[in-house]
């Protein structure tokens, strides 16, 4: 409880920030997005979540050169923004959709790091077949996306709870981020990005430390393969039985249906 | 950075020029097949002059552009306008790592253009490359999926299910038909499997010829080409997921398919028929190096003759594609499923295994990696005889009458 007298006394600097400032309005427009109130409640929640990104965005701090700190804060907004945009849609295709560009900008800033492998890997993986399986489901499903039970899970305690955690992350990193205010801007990536096998140093890694665990990741999904098949052809197996018998159709004598006169 | 604007505005100008013309070429060759004459009037504009009807991409784009973009009522507009952004914003980011070429070098005619020789190809020594198309060519599916959802109607959306289903199913063997190739040149990067290719003097698809017809089929199935055109089944589904689309949109969408093509041709071109390298002509390394007698003096000679050997090689396969077109019937869609699982599928990962095989064999006993003469025969015999094992073991079924009462568990299956 020592850490309670020391937010008193730095109160008036806790005021006056506003990376404060644009967490609490942050909060309360995700707040406003996802209660499901009215259209004026959600476009002031939208307004004020674009306040509040400005005012994080003037707690940011350069560091190395302007272009390539632009493409990172361009990566960073279409990623968070994307992920908002996926926890307030309220057509569940909006959401997927919406995470989907999510995870783009996280290819993107994984790419911007010389992560090649890894941000293709994330949009091939996620947004090329998970995301896409979600869509299937979602479209097929032909859901309003207004549907009163869909609002349920958002109960009173969840949302703020929620909100409050994350708004306490985001303080966190943040004001971690002080840090590098004061250390040295990093030049270079590191070696294995700007290495010219790539994908040869990483396929070499993964297969001579972590063979086992690849082994049985790939052990797993065939499992998990073999057992939707199971589950597939028991169905099958009992349909005949509960289905009712058909009437059967004339055939001719070769078998085949034919019209008889 | 000016030398990398300069080679994406080459290559979208290129792209969008070649689309546009090889939609005349398509309606000609069509017309060709089929006894008729085909578009032979649009000239030069504001004259009689014509010239085997080479301003028709002009007309067409001009009557698209002008047309009355209508957005019907029942449409969800947001996905709407999005969907053909994506499907050509993905089909045009494929090309980045698509080489066009080889090398220019550095100096040309004592004019001294860069630092070093320049690679065509916009983003040179992505190491990730393959799966980097295989990235956008997942994305493309999403243009489809909204198209036919936004365009809230029946028919476009019976035909995005199928589309997106199809082109899910057919990204497997397209990436064990590659497999073997990435195996057996060791990289990911388009420049590094020609380089490959070239300097043994063996073409993939000499090599691994099972490999090849795989790649060649699923190739056709992702860009949606007859005999694999089920999105746009026209007497199933009117147009498929853009029935509800029309002027500019509708040209989008258009556009984006026949840039799949040409990046499907792009492809079976590198991977598999040695890209820019051809015996005797363009020399075997992948530097510029004034191979030849003739071109000592005169590298540039031989980096724009890579660039008319490559081009040539495209050109010859989308004819092809073409004249597959234009003559063979369409799929069923338990067909192009069936066609899919039970014979595609077996068949690359045969030809995976047998790289593999051949491969290791071949590093153990000659300690060299790469294709090689003394493997040919042997792929040849995998090829032949993977190829009967499987019209044995899953032979395609034409003649879908039904023969006896079949119970509705085996209908459903079919469906």
Not at chain 1, 80 to 88: D, E, K, L, S
Not at chain 2, 250 to 279: K, Q, R, T
């Amino acid at each position: 409880m020592t850490c309670v007298p020391l937010l008193l006394g730095q109160m008036d600097q806790l005021v006056r920030s506003p990376l404060c400032w644009g967490i609490v309005l942050g909060a309360t427009s995700l707040w406003l997005l996802l209660s499901g109130g009215s259209e004026t409640l959600r476009g002031i929640g939208k307004l004020l979540g674009a306040i509040s990104l400005l005012m994080l965005t003037a707690t940011l701090m350069i560091v190395g050169d302007w272009s390539s700190q632009l493409v990172f804060w361009v990566l960073a907004l279409i990623t968070t923004g994307g992920a908002a945009a996926a926890i307030t849609a309220r057509s569940p295709v909006y959401t997927a959709i919406w995470f989907a560009v999510s995870l783009l900008g996280t290819a993107g800033l994984f790419l911007f790091q010389g992560a090649q492998f890894l941000g293709v890997a994330t949009v091939v993986v996620y947004a090329g077949a998970i995301v896409v399986t979600f869509l299937f489901v979602l479209m097929l499903a032909q859901p309003e996306g207004h549907a009163p039970y869909d609002r349920i899970s958002w109960s009173t305690f969840a949302v703020p709870t929620a909100l409050v955690g994350a708004a306490a992350v985001i303080a966190l990193v943040l004001t971690s981020l002080d840090g590098l205010r004061s250390s040295e801007p990093l030049t270079s990536p590191p070696q294995i990005a700007t290495s010219q096998q790539h994908m040869a140093e990483l396929g070499g890694h993964l297969f001579a430390y972590h063979l086992v665990s690849i082994e049985v990741i790939g052990t797993l999904l065939m499992v998990a393969l073999v057992g939707a098949i199971a589950i597939v052809l028991h169905g099958r197996k009992s349909r005949p039985e509960t289905a009712p018998d058909h009437p059967s159709r004339p055939t001719t004598d070769a078998g085949l249906p034919g019209g008889t006169p | 950075m000016i030398e990398a604007l300069v080679k994406i505005a080459i290559l979208l100008g290129g792209l969008m020029t070649a689309a546009a013309y090889f939609v005349l070429l398509e309606r000609r060759m069509a017309a060709w097949i089929q006894d008729r004459v085909g578009p032979n009037r649009v000239g030069i504009p504001l004259t009689k002059i014509r010239v085997l009807g080479l301003g028709q991409p002009l007309a067409d784009g001009v009557k698209f552009i002008t047309k009355e973009e209508y957005t019907p009522a029942h449409v969800d507009k947001r996905l709407y306008v999005l969907a053909p952004i994506v499907i050509l914003v993905a089909a045009l980011a494929t090309f980045a790592v698509i080489p066009f070429g080889s090398m220019i070098p550095a100096t040309v005619f004592g004019y001294r253009l860069a630092e070093k020789p320049i690679e065509l190809v916009v983003a040179p020594g992505a190491n990730v490359g393959m799966i980097y198309v295989f990235a956008l060519s997942s994305i493309a599916v999403y243009g489809v999926i909204l198209g036919g959802w936004a365009s809230n109607n029946k028919y476009s959306f019976l035909g995005a299910l199928r589309s997106s289903a199809q082109l899910i199913a057919y990204e497997l063997p397209l990436g064990l038909g590659l497999l073997g190739v990435v195996l057996a040149s060791g990289s990911m990067d388009l420049g590094v499997i020609i380089g490959s290719q070239a300097s043994s003097g063996i073409w993939f698809a000499i090599a691994q010829p099972l490999g090849f017809c795989v790649f060649v089929v699923a190739a056709f199935a992702e860009a949606a080409r007859l005999p694999f055109d089920l999105p746009e089944c026209e007497q199933e589904l009117v147009g498929g997921y853009h029935t509800e689309y029309s002027g500019i949109k509708l040209l989008l969408f258009l556009v984006a398919e026949f840039l799949h093509m040409i990046a499907a041709s792009f492809l079976i071109v590198i991977l598999f028929l040695g890209g820019w390298h051809f015996w005797g002509l363009t020399g075997g390394s992948a530097e510029i190096d004034g191979w030849g007698l003739a071109w000592s003096g005169a590298p540039w000679l031989q980096g724009l003759l890579r660039i008319v050997v490559l081009m040539t090689k495209i050109t010859l396969v989308i004819v092809g594609f073409m004249i597959i077109r234009w003559s063979w019937p369409r799929f069923r869609f338990d067909q192009l499923m069936a066609l899919a699982w039970k014979v595609m599928l077996p068949l690359g990962l045969i030809n995976f295994v047998a790289v593999a095989m051949m491969q290791q064999l071949q590093a153990v006993f000659t300690g060299a990696m790469g294709p090689s003469w003394l493997m040919v025969p042997i792929a040849w015999g995998v090829a032949v005889a993977a190829w009967l094992g499987i019209t044995w073991a899953a032979p395609m079924i034409a003649d879908n009458r039904p023969r006896r009462e079949l119970d509705p568990w085996e209908i459903d299956s079919q469906i």
